[in-house]
């Protein structure tokens, strides 16, 4: 059974950075997509970041140039490098996997992804 487990949520500065990452995979299927989304209250979950099991990474255009999406190895524990943060960056965080490589609907809905973790809160205070 898939199980993730988030963690590195906080409660920074704006122009701080932090680091999530995302454990247990447990994952059975030798190809994947993994990913970060993120969803405030009264708006739907939106994706931040994907990565195919070879390497291949999209980002929203929110985060890109600021967010880095990132794992040790095949099937190894997730990151996502959070810099300049800004208070719109401000969600709960979300890691998530998919059976299938990435396709760009995986970033831009998160129906696509299978397994969820239960997510690490994100604060940026200006």
């Known amino acids: 059974q898939v199980q993730l487990v988030e963690s590195g949520g906080g409660s920074v500065q704006a122009g701080e950075s932090l680091t999530l990452s995302c454990s247990g995979f447990?994952?059975?299927?030798?190809?994947?997509?993994m990913g970060w989304f993120r969803q405030t209250p009264g708006k739907e979950r939106e994706g931040v970041a994907t990565?195919?099991?070879?390497?291949?990474?999209n980002y929203a255009d929110s985060v890109k140039g600021r967010f880095t999406i990132s794992q040790e190895g095949i099937k190894s524990a997730l990151y996502l490098q959070m810099n300049s943060l800004q208070p719109e960056d401000t969600a709960m965080y979300y890691c998530?996997?998919?059976?299938?490589?990435?396709?760009?609907?995986?970033?831009?809905?998160?129906?696509?992804?299978?397994?969820w973790g239960k997510g690490t809160q994100v604060t940026v205070s200006s």
């Open positions: 447990g994952y059975p299927y030798p190809n994947y997509c």
């Open positions: 998530a996997a998919d059976s299938e490589q990435c396709r760009p609907e995986h970033l831009d809905d998160y129906v696509y992804m299978d397994y």
């Open positions: 990565i195919n099991s070879d390497g291949r990474t």
